[in-house]
């Protein structure tokens, strides 16, 4: 009887120093370090300098709206419509209508 008691004791013990050792280990040092990283764009795909050209129809970067240059062409709205503009058949209002 007193062996197991003995046995349990020092189990016990072992459990309980276990976690205290652990706890008095100096913690790692740990360094955070960021590093600038620049990456080349590809010159198709770099912005342009200067005066951008109005953009043609299926052009989409490097130009410009040809509203925005001399109020010709397809004029913007101001208020999104619910829906991409590839699924609204006809032309829609500037400003949003009052429903």
Not at 83 to 98: H, M, Q, T
């Amino acid at each position: 009887m007193h062996k197991v008691t003995f046995a349990s004791i020092a189990a016990l013990v072992a459990v309980v120093s276990v976690p205290a050792m652990a706890q008095t280990a100096p913690a790692p040092k740990i360094d955070y370090v960021s590093r600038e990283m620049a990456q080349q764009v590809p010159q198709g795909d770099a912005p342009m300098t200067g005066d951008l050209p109005i953009c043609k129809p299926d052009q989409q970067t490097n130009c410009i709206n040809s509203w925005d240059v001399n109020r010709t062409g397809n004029r913007p709205i101001n208020y999104w419509p619910g829906r991409p503009a590839s699924e609204i058949e006809g032309p829609l209002p500037v400003d949003k209508p009052n429903r």
